[in-house]
């Protein structure tokens, strides 16, 4: 019979207007007013709902890094999320900071958000929004972090999460839904991202086999259909010889997850919504890249930063 569908109680229909993207920043608390490389970090994240905002604000203030932090939220597309991205750089300037290290919370490098934020710090010369507004005004240099772009930590959480709804790995099929971007190549990049989730699913799971596939939510309809139809059909067929679990690589709660329901609406599977946030293991690789990052800093090494997944900008 179809449409046997589990999902926790937060899972129910919420509003619409919560699931709009806000901007906005806020200071996160850290050991010192001032780090004594002076080093400030500026998470940046895509923003949604409230319950989206707090958690990624949670996990940055669990990361406990030792340098004035803060938190801001957009995608740099308006004038307003511009606003606020130079807010923040204003008051790590206003706590004595040197230079700014900047760690984009996202999926993946392969976006126009991220391409969005390289602009706004002076690190690519055409914007994908150019109506957002010029470079953003700063008095000390910037290293840009990579996103999460496929790290093992991705493979840990996914696979704590296939671990809680499975009952008998070699029986079931895990499908990994991520956002997707719009370009067809952007796409490709996503999912070859999760390649590295995949193979833990199979490797340390023992699932019997895994799916990576994009819902690709911002796309125009016909792209966005065409994604839809891929995900009904890879569960669909699926589920007509194993157990189907659909697990969100999705980077907080409150936001698009709430959307799959929708996409898979008559069909057999299982399903909690978690995404990787909250996890402790995500705080964790935030802490890990921002200390990475200020070692390659103090060791004055900006080639071998721009290899690891970091670029200087004077």
Known sequence: MTGVFKRAAWAAPVLAGLVLAVAGCATIPSSSSTAQDGVGVLVLAHGGSPRWNRTVRDAVAQ???????????????????????????????????????????????????????????????????????QPLARDVPVTIARPLDGDPVVAEIVLARAKRLSRDPARETVVLVAHGPVEDAD??????????????????????????????????????????????????????????????VLLAPGGI??????????????????????????????????????????????AAGSRAGSSMLQ
Do not use: C
Request: net charge positive; hydrophobic share 45%; no cysteine.
């Open 63 to 133: 990361a406990r890094v030792s340098a004035p932090t803060e938190v801001a939220f957009g995608m740099g597309m308006h004038g307003h999320e511009v606003q606020d991205f130079q807010s923040a750089v204003n008051r790590l300037e206003a706590r004595g900071v040197k230079q700014i290290v900047v760690l984009p919370l996202l999926l993946s490098s392969s976006s126009d958000v991220f391409r969005q934020f390289e602009y706004l710090f002076g690190a690519r010369a055409e914007a994908p929004w150019p109506d957002a507004g």
């Open 187 to 248: 796409n490709q990049r996503w999912v070859d991202a999760m390649g590295g989730a995949a193979s833990a699913l199979e490797r340390a799971g023992g699932f019997a086999k895994v799916e990576r596939l994009t819902l690709r939510d911002d796309a125009p309809a016909p792209v966005r259909d065409e994604a839809t139809r891929q995900l009904r059909q890879a569960v669909e067929q699926a589920g007509r010889t194993t157990r189907v679990l659909v697990i969100p």
């Open 257 to 302: 997850e709430q959307k799959i329901p929708q996409r898979l609406a008559g069909l057999a599977y299982e399903f909690t919504g978690d995404t990787l946030l909250p996890h402790p293991a995500l705080a964790r690789w935030l802490a890990a890249r921002v200390q990475e990052t200020r070692r390659q800093l103090s060791a004055g090494v900006s």
